[in-house]
Each structure stands twice: as structure tokens, then as C-alpha cells.
């Protein structure tokens, strides 16, 4: 609960202290920004681990219900028209410019000029879309558990799962990649 309160109030006060450190000097522009990226990311995390908690006692590991909520989730995301959020935490890679750290980056693109839809969109983002992307990564992690080999997260294990650094490796090259290639194309910019 803290880790979604964190980044509403992030989300809402965005705008406004951009704007403010973007007056100031270099040096404390820069720093401001990275602060303000730390302490988004690790609400993030906090957010993403709140939601695993929640789905791990509410849904279960059962792959008939990790089948129904990763499909579910798709289906809504990608009819929504925000599957592309999906490429967040887990594998985008961002430039830490001070133009990207302050960007509006809610579902409807609203600003604070419209205070209640600027509110209603920051709810809605943090609520809905970014739950519901959460929920199908842990949909998703939770199916490549029953598949690969068996490791329990939390407790001790002599094994390591070479499947999964490996298979986590290979994405980060994979997306590493299309990082490069995807940026010089037009519809990018």
C-alpha cells in the first residue's frame, strides 16, 4: 500500500517539480532528478512486490488461474490500446534526461491544467493499468516457475537455477538490441 501511495503522490507533484528543477542550476537539476528516479523506483519495486503478495494469496499458483489472468490481462491491455506499457520495469531501458524523468506518463497523458481529470488520470494509471501489467508479469514468472527448474524463492537452495540466469540474460541481450535498433527508427521519435 505504501509503495502505490508513493508513486501517486510522485505522479501527481511530477509536473510541478520538473518544472521547479528545471530553473535550477545544472548540478542541482541533475541530482534532483536522480533522487526523484530512486525514490519513483524503489516505490515501484515496493508497489510491484505489494501486488505479488496480494496475487500469490488471492489467486494462487495454479496454473489454470496464471493462464486466465496473464490471457485476461493481455486481452484487456492490448485492447485498451497500452500493451506497450508492458516493456516497463522488468526490460525497458531509459535515458535519464531531465525531459524523460518529468514526462507525463499516466494512461490519458493528462496534465495539471485540469486538476480533476489530472487527479482521476494519476489514479487511474497507478490503480488499474499498473496493476494489471503487474499482474501479468507475475502471471507470466509464476507459469515459468512450474516449467523450468523447481527453485523456492525465499528459501535456502543449494541449486542455482541456471535456466533462469540463463533465459534472464538472453532477454536483457534480446532487449539490449532492439533498444539500439528500435531508437533510429521514425516511428520512435
Known amino acids: 500500500m505504501m509503495g502505490v501511495s508513493i508513486r501517486i503522490i510522485l505522479d501527481l507533484v511530477k509536473f510541478h517539480l520538473g518544472e521547479f528543477l528545471h530553473s535550477k542550476p545544472g548540478t542541482v537539476s541533475t541530482l534532483g532528478g536522480y533522487l526523484f528516479t530512486l525514490v519513483y523506483a524503489a516505490a515501484g519495486v515496493s508497489f510491484w512486490r505489494g ?22 490481462g493481455l486481452a484487456v491491455l492490448i485492447f485498451s490500446g497500452v500493451a506497450c506499457t508492458l516493456i ?62 523447481p527453485n523456492l524463492i525465499g528459501i535456502k537452495d543449494d541449486k542455482i537455477a541456471y535456466d533462469s540466469v540463463l533465459l534472464g540474460y538472453f532477454l536483457t541481450v534480446i532487449v539490449a538490441v532492439m533498444d539500439r535498433l528500435l531508437v533510429n527508427y521514425p516511428f520512435s521519435k
Do not use: Y
Open 51 to 72: 501486488v505479488w503478495l496480494v496475487m500469490r494469496f488471492d489467486i494462487g499458483e495454479r496454473e489454470v488461474q496464471l493462464t486466465v489472468m496473464i490471457i485476461g
Open 88 to 149: 516497463s520495469s522488468p526490460l525497458a531501458i531509459c535515458q535519464d534526461k531531465h525531459e524523460n524523468i518529468f514526462m507525463v506518463s499516466t494512461f490519458f497523458q493528462r496534465t495539471p491544467e485540469n486538476k480533476r481529470w489530472f487527479v482521476t488520470d494519476v489514479l487511474f494509471t497507478n490503480i488499474i493499468v499498473r496493476v494489471l501489467i503487474v499482474m501479468c508479469w507475475w502471471s507470466l514468472w509464476s507459469l515459468e516457475d512450474n516449467v523450468l527448474i
